[in-house]
């Protein structure tokens, strides 16, 4: 089963990630956290661009750690106590540090997603545990807060629909595939910002239909209004409308039952077709797979079968089928 268009097929997403994921040597005491996950399975799937915007900063390495510190409510980035030499524990470090990567978040711009390693001050995703100087060491640790890295955060503010992840959430076979899911769109949609073709972009929102339909029947709804009317005289905001309101569908995990939604409405494509045999046996599969008994990937692959004999072109060249390379194996979770 293949459904991956030529568009993509010919080229890689391309990633932002944190560099000591990638086995660079830029961690405060010199060393990486080479994630084998990116290595073993999409090294050679997606474009991987490494940035540290510690090193960026001119933190250097080795280098003094580094922590998240709340003072009156407003949240820092200094110097941790404890260390060797003069340091100015009371400085923020956090402008200097977003000043420093104005180059890396204007390569970002060209990037389909990014991924962060956890529990970084800089690039963590509500991992960073953020320290009070109002409680006690106790009262700290027994009330821990955790928050975005200085850079993360910063990158979210100015790229909202760019996908973001931390390495260690892909460890989960489904955030993996709805990662996966984000770029392979988020890829597609930044041919057609170069292409700047309306058409291209309705035939986008018409082929994601039952993706976006298995996170959210009424966000789907919401982009179809949204493409109603062409915006002749200004397509490149009615696009980063449309490309903000798709990517934040993704956010969230979809429940099983609204992918069981929309493969009961898939399965109406074909069901004048189906023998009451088999569509009892698929309504069966989907019952067990809404209670957590069964994978997805058996019952796409009956729904694709009885829709390539059975189906039309418009359900045919769903990205449902296929949305990202790894789809069929993390399915089959």
Not at 133 to 140: G, H, I, K, M
């Amino acid at each position: 089963m293949d459904s991956l268009d030529s568009s993509i097929a010919d080229s890689k997403p391309a990633l932002g990630v944190s560099a000591c994921l990638l086995g660079e040597s830029v961690r405060y005491d010199g060393a990486h956290k080479r994630s084998a996950l990116l290595q073993a399975s999409l090294s050679g799937l997606l474009s991987m661009h490494g940035f540290c915007p510690e090193l960026s900063a001119g933190f250097g390495v080795p280098r003094p750690t580094i922590a998240l510190y709340e003072d009156a409510g407003a949240v820092e980035l200094r110097r941790n106590p404890g260390q060797q030499g003069k340091l100015d524990l009371k400085e923020n470090l956090a402008p200097a540090m977003i000043q420093s990567c104005e180059e890396i978040f204007r390569a970002c711009q060209n990037l389909n997603g990014y991924i962060f390693m956890q529990r970084s001050p800089s690039c963590a995703l509500a991992s960073a545990q953020l320290i009070s100087d109002q409680r006690s060491s106790d009262q700290a640790n027994s009330e821990a807060r955790y928050i975005d890295g200085v850079f993360a955060a910063e990158l979210k503010r100015r790229l909202p629909a760019l996908p973001v992840v931390q390495e260690c959430d892909l460890h989960h076979g489904p955030s993996l595939d709805r990662f996966l899911v984000a770029v392979y769109a988020h890829h597609r949609l930044s041919k057609i910002q170069q292409s700047q073709s309306f058409s291209e972009l309705l035939d986008f929102h018409s082929r994601y239909k039952y993706t976006v339909m298995a996170y959210s029947v009424p966000a789907y709804k919401r982009l179809g209004k949204l493409l109603a009317c062409r915006n002749a005289d200004n397509f490149s905001a009615q696009f980063e409308e449309y490309r903000l309101g798709f990517m934040q569908i993704f956010k969230q995990e979809p429940s099983r039952g609204a992918i069981v939604n929309a493969l009961m409405h898939i399965m109406g494509y074909v069901k004048q077709q189906l023998s009451a045999e088999q569509s009892q046996q698929l309504l069966g599969q989907m019952h067990a797979y809404r209670l957590g008994e069964q994978a997805l990937q058996p019952i796409i692959v009956e729904l694709h079968n009885a829709i390539e004999l059975w189906g039309s072109e418009y359900i045919r060249r769903q990205y449902f089928w296929c949305p990202h390379p790894l789809s069929e194996q993390l399915r089959a979770l």
